[in-house]
Nanobody, 124 residues
Framework: QVKLVESGGGLVQAGDSLRLSCVGS???????MGWFRQAPGKGREFVAT????????KLAVSVKGRFTISRDNAINTAYLQMNSLEPEDTAVYYC??????????????????WGQGSQVTVSS
């Protein structure tokens, strides 16, 4: 069982940056880590994923070039660096962990553990 806790969300203006952190309660270096988001009135959508050794990453087309996913296995933490934020990025951002490590993991159902979410609001 892995408990995930996100932090770093907040209210910012368009063009600003934020870094979300996701800390695992135990070792997370055997898991693929991912970030998803859910905007008001919409379903949860994939944002980014990173393999256990950080050797493989994937970003959604909508955030490519603006967001970066990384991890520090020594402290069981995954990060989502968000630059050039847009009002369309406003959502609750969720961190997730998956036991699938041999393929790209970008579907919600592939993740086993989820954090409680962190609100990101971008004003225009």
């Amino acid at each position: 069982q892995v408990k995930l806790v996100e932090s770093g969300g907040g209210l910012v203006q368009a063009g600003d940056s934020l870094r979300l952190s996701c800390v695992g309660s135990g070792r997370t270096d055997d898991y693929t880590m991912g970030w998803f988001r859910q905007a008001p009135g919409k379903g949860r959508e994939f944002v980014a994923t990173i393999g256990p050794s950080a050797g493989s990453t994937k970003l959604a087309v909508s955030v490519k070039g603006r967001f970066t996913i990384s991890r520090d296995n020594a402290i069981n933490t995954a990060y989502l660096q968000m630059n050039s934020l847009e009002p369309e990025d406003t959502a609750v951002y969720y961190c997730a962990a998956s036991t699938i490590v041999v393929q790209t993991v970008d579907e919600e159902w592939q993740y086993d553990y989820w954090g409680q979410g962190s609100q990101v609001t971008v004003s225009s």
